[in-house]
Nanobody, 125 residues
Framework: VQLQASGGGFVQAGDSLRLSCAAS????????MAWFRRAPGKEREFVSA????????HYASSVKGRFTASRDNAKNAMYLQMTSLKPEDTAVYYC???????????????????WGQGTQVTVSS
């Protein structure tokens, strides 16, 4: 599975951005697809995930209410609509696919099998 994240950029606080993740090479709808991010000097952290192809996304508390994830299984694609962006959202955003996750592990980066290259999001105050 190859993953390509795109849509990052440089925005002002309060602005919005939409990230996209395109998967190729086979991503069955039952896979878990997730967004993670790594801020400068910090470890990679969980942002959002669709567990085993489910229609409802799980979110980290830091983004709940501001970020909305969506998934198009027919296109093997996933999106992250980010609103009310804050400087602390500045990070490289990664998409990931996991094939044998259990629900309790969706926030654990080690549980994922495939990663995209990341797209930079910079939010200026």
């Amino acid at each position: 599975v190859q993953l390509q994240a795109s849509g990052g950029g440089f925005v002002q606080a309060g602005d919005s951005l939409r990230l996209s993740c395109a998967a190729s090479g086979g991503t069955p709808s039952r896979d878990t697809m997730a967004w993670f991010r790594r801020a400068p000097g910090k470890e990679r952290e969980f942002v959002s995930a669709f567990f085993r192809g489910g229609s409802s996304a799980h979110y980290a508390s830091s983004v709940k209410g501001r970020f909305t994830a969506s998934r198009d299984n027919a296109k093997n694609a996933m999106y992250l609509q980010m609103t009310s962006l804050k400087p602390e959202d500045t990070a490289v955003y990664y998409c990931a696919v996991g094939r044998r996750l259990i629900l309790s592990s969706i926030g654990n980066e080690d549980a994922y099998d495939y990663w995209g290259q990341g797209t930079q999001v910079t939010v200026s105050s």
